[in-house]
């Protein structure tokens, strides 16, 4: 299955738009961002990837993109806290 969005290679994102896109999620200067791209449905589990993120040091966010299909996000939120929810 072919990915449905096209996304630059990543050396081809430059420095400023990386500094926009954590300024835009609030990433602090050495905080590590994990991503999760999809839907937040129960059969993708996100759950898991917000407690993985949850078990590792503080300066590690989990960032979720995508539509929340089950109404997850409270429950990300509470499972870690320092989650950053995009929609």
Known sequence: IENGVSLPSPGNVGAEARRQARAAM?????????????????????LVVASAVAELPRHYRAVF???????LVPRIRAISPRSIVLG
């Open 65 to 71: 993109v995508g539509p929340d299909c089950a109404d």
């Open 26 to 46: 609030r990433l602090k200067p050495g905080e590590i961002a994990v991503g999760y791209v999809g839907r937040l449905s129960p059969e993708k589990n996100p």
